[in-house]
């Protein structure tokens, strides 16, 4: 006996009128109009059924904080990250639970169940640390956080100085925290953020852990920390294990520099997460016109083969007033950024919010195959590039095969010309 059973399902991949059967929060079959006895069972009415929204790239400890303790004039990422220190004396492990665990309730009614989120390790009190390890452990039946030491003012530049700020990332990592951060465009000097990738992916190496850098994030072509970040990859056999995070300066070198440089990122099997929303919102602003969308180069690192995945980065904080933790409103802005308007780069935009962070964050049972955790999505869409377009409801989020969240389809009544009708987004 299934303990679930969904049929007429539409997956990710084109297939239609598939059934998959779960036992044991995992699922046991996947296979065209499955009959058999189930505890439960789900008519998908041809809805797209999708593995969980991934998000790789966030800020958690930061977020719905926007207006404290006062909102962003100028827009830019240099005001954020000061904004960002006037708050954190103010922070109470409290706050920044209750505001986590918001966030993941909203999360889970997006079907986005597994997070990795940068977190703040400049404060020698590590109160958002402690805070995101206690919010980790108590969503872990139904969202998968992943946890990156950030130095977000930087590891060597910090107030702290650079023996207190490393002696901090130590510590958080001792304390549980999984990913290796930096910031290294952010340091006082190149040499500076060279000197961070360096020590960075060295802790990393030592420790057997995955790295996660903000790298880049600036429109100033120089700004070629990813290099670094590719050649230590490549130095301390890191491969694939390695992900450089915005990389919007990429936007702005030049071409024949790019180049060189993909071929390099592709032999260290370096992994990509733009932020589109962000990158839009915050790149570009010191341009007059023609005024730059500051994203990195997206289909040419997928031509060359590297993994992309498109991040949400900020939901209402000192970077971004708006978002709500729907991944697909992350690809629609990030397909429109990148043009990547034909059918397939459409799917590779669902992909890039899907399977692509679930492989970069390295999820174990990840996907819609027999022996994967039975974690899903049923989308009011009848296939990607549908559920992109609408930013479509999600009918039911299953997590380890129970239905852990679920809203009613979107039906709009209309009253014209004295006739009532209904409109139901789905031709
Ligand atoms: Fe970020």
């Known amino acids: 006996m299934l303990d679930l059973l969904i049929h007429n399902a539409t997956l990710p991949d084109g297939r239609t009128n598939m059934s998959v059967a779960v036992r044991d929060g995992t699922i046991v079959d996947v296979a065209q109009g499955l009959h058999a006895p189930a505890g439960h069972t789900i008519d998908a009415q041809g809805h797209l059924l999708s593995p969980p929204f991934v998000d790789a790239h966030f800020h958690m400890d930061a977020t719905q904080s926007y207006g404290l303790p006062r909102v962003n004039q100028s827009g830019t990422l240099l005001e954020g990250i000061a904004l960002w220190g006037e708050l954190k004396p103010l922070l109470t492990q409290e706050a920044l639970v209750e505001r986590a665990l ?10 986005l169940l597994a997070i990795r989120t940068h977190v703040d390790v400049c404060d020698p009190r590590l109160l958002a640390v402690e805070a995101l390890l206690e919010v980790k452990k108590r969503v872990a039946p139904y969202l998968d956080l992943q946890l990156v030491a950030f130095p977000q003012d930087g590891v060597l530049r910090g107030p702290h100085g650079p ?31 060279t000197l961070s990738v360096k020590l960075l992916c060295e802790m990393a190496a030592q420790r057997g852990l995955m790295v996660d850098m903000h790298c880049d994030e600036s429109d100033d072509p120089l700004s070629r ?59 570009g602003r010191h341009d007059s016109y023609p005024r730059r969308r500051g994203m990195t180069r997206v289909p040419e690192l997928l031509a060359a083969g590297l993994p992309v995945a498109f991040g949400h980065d900020c939901v209402m904080d000192p970077w971004y007033a708006l978002g709500s ?10 397909l429109h950024v990148a043009q990547m ?7 590779q935009c669902f992909a890039a919010v899907t399977t692509q962070p679930a492989r970069i964050l390295g999820l174990p049972g990840y996907g819609l195959e027999v022996g994967c955790h039975a974690d899903m999505v049923l989308l009011q869409a009848r296939d990607t590039i549908e559920a992109i377009r609408l930013r479509a409801t999600r009918l039911q989020v299953i997590r380890r095969g129970q239905v852990i969240a679920s809203s009613a389809p979107s039906i709009s009544q209309l009253q014209l010309d004295g006739r009532p009708h209904e409109v139901r987004w789905m031709p």
């Open 325 to 334: 933790g729907d991944m697909l409103e992350v690809a629609h802005m990030g």
């Open 102 to 111: 918001t966030y993941c309730d909203w999360a889970v009614a997006k079907g």
């Open 341 to 347: 308007t034909s059918q397939a780069a459409m799917r």
């Open 225 to 283: 920390h990813v290099e670094t970040l590719a050649f230590e990859t490549q130095r301390l056999g890191l491969h694939g294990r390695v992900t450089g995070s915005h990389l919007t300066s990429m936007h702005s070198m030049d071409n024949y520099y790019v180049s060189k440089l993909i071929a390099l990122m592709a032999e260290a099997q370096l992994n990509v997460v733009a932020n589109p929303l962000i990158n839009i919102t915050l790149q």
């Open 163 to 193: 023996q207190q700020h490393l002696d901090n990332l130590a510590r958080a990592l001792d304390m549980g925290v999984d990913v290796v951060g930096g910031i290294p465009h952010f340091e006082r000097t190149m040499a500076d953020g």
